[in-house]
């Protein structure tokens, strides 16, 4: 339809011309049957000329847009197509070069605000950790109730940290972790130990169930995601908090399990709990939700291919589950 | 003889705090502080057991593990605030025993510590505790009083070690927790409660009564 409006001028000029043509043979005494053979010429050309100008045009723009589609990142698009035909065509081509070179240095800018950014934020956190180090070093040479509520204290912030520093990961995946056989046992008694004085303060029963197994993943990733759920535990807590850790053995996995009595989570918000900067119900009410923490778990869970369910029922509890592969032939090679 | 643990730790604060912690739990402590000299004070101290920061001033931790690797096998344990794969990839190709990050928990770090000392140093056993004429073994779990033994379950066994440990001093209750939590018996104040008098009913099975006073609001007492 828009073709057709813009040669309504050709056209309109055409049919004056035809007009002026007839009338002028007319006046100068020719027959009108010659007058209507050449009108009926001239139009004959001219609709013929506009189809398959129409034609051929259509063609060139489904190509065209059919080849924009196809390409990924499409502010590239001017290195990718045709060579202009016309003037005003190559005048647009040059309008949109100039507004994709802008567009680059722009992305690049950007790209690499972001990298220095999140390399201050690592360099942040390491340097963040010599003063929290030496602060329970100093509580626990000077125990006192004091000094415990200061470590419960310290706890959290070692949590933040380590959020913040496994956030700022999260987004470069090419850091490999370090997969290596290791007691399921070892790693859930290293998370609470890492949690002492927060589970004390807030009166948690623990209860460790007998776990022989052992599973091939990354120990550090694995505190990092008990460490989250215990401090899940801790902040959505009942009234009399008990938390349990138990593992189950299947053929060919094994699952740990993360089980508490605290508030649970709606059922409404089950589905969305490992959105990034989701809160939920329970998380508007404390207040101090981030919406990270399950989230980075789920990314860590994926990268290590690690099994994570959550099963919950409001005002029961919440069971974490996490569920390891035994791989064959990593016991088979190591017989 | 207690063991010797050498601290190679650049910020004075947590070095100064290391080895007040090291030292209240039985080891002897010494400090690399001319981190240009390590080498020399090393073998001046002659540790059983290196802590080791990688971020130093001059020469890194891991630069440090390969020299000192040339001419000694004595465990060494990373303590860092990095935490990347790498880093604990290259500890270990170096020759770390160890690898601790920081903000670590004391506990953890004094696990650590005796375990490594444990496998390095395989000496004779826990000895057996005394006091008061009654015998702590730990090895067996057993008590023993005037020739009469009883055994003990592992809750009780560890209770008891930590009160002989602390022979004659009054041990708070808080601390005795932190302890058992140290050793993977999660059990709160209530719960400890019973544990003492089950203790107490077992030794007055072997003659053995008042033996573990309570001191009111301070905690217990042998």
Redesign the interface.
């Known amino acids: 339809m828009k073709y057709w409006k813009d040669r309504l001028p050709a056209v309109l000029l055409n049919l004056l011309g035809l007009t002026a043509l007839s009338l002028f043979l007319l006046a100068s005494s020719s027959a009108a049957g010659t007058v209507l053979l050449i009108a009926a010429i001239w139009l004959g050309v001219l609709a013929a000329w506009l189809a398959v100008g129409c034609l051929l045009e259509r063609r060139r723009m489904d190509s065209l847009l059919s080849q924009a589609e196809q390409l990924e990142e499409r502010y590239l698009l001017p290195e990718v197509l045709p060579p202009p035909m016309t003037a005003e065509e190559s005048v647009y081509r040059r309008l949109m070069q100039m507004a994709e070179k802008s567009m680059l240095e722009k992305i690049a800018a950007v790209q690499r605000e972001n990298k220095a950014y999140r390399e201050y934020i690592e360099q942040w956190i390491h340097e963040i950790k010599t003063p929290i180090t030496a602060a329970k070093l100093l509580c626990e040479n000077n125990r006192s109730g004091q000094s415990r509520e200061m470590l419960a204290q310290l706890e959290s912030i070692t949590h933040y940290t380590e959020q913040a520093l496994y956030y700022a990961r999260s987004e470069h995946t090419e850091k490999d972790s370090l997969i290596r056989e290791i007691q399921l046992e070892d790693v859930v008694h290293q998370a609470i130990a890492e949690n002492k004085y927060l589970l004390r303060q807030q009166q948690v029963e623990i209860l460790v169930e007998e776990m022989p197994d052992v599973v091939y993943t990354d120990d550090k990733s694995l505190c990092f995601i008990l460490n989250q759920l215990i401090g899940n535990a801790v902040k959505y807590r009942s009234s009399s908090p008990r938390l349990r850790f138990a593992a189950q053995t299947e053929p060919g996995q094994v699952h740990l399990l993360v089980e508490d009595n605290g508030l649970g989570i709606p059922a409404a918000d089950l589905p969305r709990v490992f959105e990034k900067g989701f809160t939920g119900q329970n998380g508007r009410a404390v207040h101090s939700s981030t919406g990270i923490g399950l989230y980075l778990c789920k990314q860590l869970c994926e990268k290590l291919d690690i099994g994570l369910e959550i099963h919950s029922r409001e005002g029961t509890g919440t069971t974490v589950r996490l569920t390891f592969t035994v791989n064959d032939y990593i016991t088979g090679v190591q017989g | 003889m207690p063991y010797k643990i050498l601290i190679v730790e650049d ?1 004075p ?2 070095r100064q ?2 080895q ?2 090291l030292s ?1 739990s039985g080891y002897e402590t010494g400090a690399v502080t001319d981190f240009g000299a390590a080498l020399s004070q090393l073998k001046a101290f002659a540790p059983h057991l290196i802590l080791l920061d990688i971020g130093l001033p001059g020469a890194s931790g891991f630069e440090l593990c390969s020299q000192i690797r040339a001419f000694s096998q004595v465990p060494i344990v990373f303590v860092t ?5 790498l880093d ?2 290259n500890s270990i190709l170096l020759g770390g025993d160890a690898f601790i ?8 770090l004094l696990a650590k510590i005796a375990s490594l000392l444990r496998r390095a140093y395989p000496a004779a056993g826990e000895d057996a505790l005394c006091w008061k004429e009654a015998v702590l073994h730990p090895e067996s779990g057993r008590l023993e009083y005037q020739g009469q033994t009883v055994e003990l379950t592992r809750n009780e066994q560890k209770i008891l070690y930590y009160l002989f440990r602390h022979a004659g001093t009054i041990c708070s209750r ?2 005795l ?2 302890f058992l ?2 050793n ?1 018996l ?1 059990i ?1 104040d209530n719960a400890l409660s019973v544990h003492i008098s089950r203790i107490r009913e077992k030794l007055a099975s072997i003659g053995l009564t008042d033996f573990i006073q309570t001191k009111h609001r301070q905690g217990y007492l042998i």
């Open positions: 910020d604060v947590i705090q290391l007040l912690l209240g605030s990095s935490n990347t794969d604990e990839l990050t920081k903000p670590y928990h004391p506990a953890i808080a601390d927790v932190d939590w140290d993977q999660y709160d």
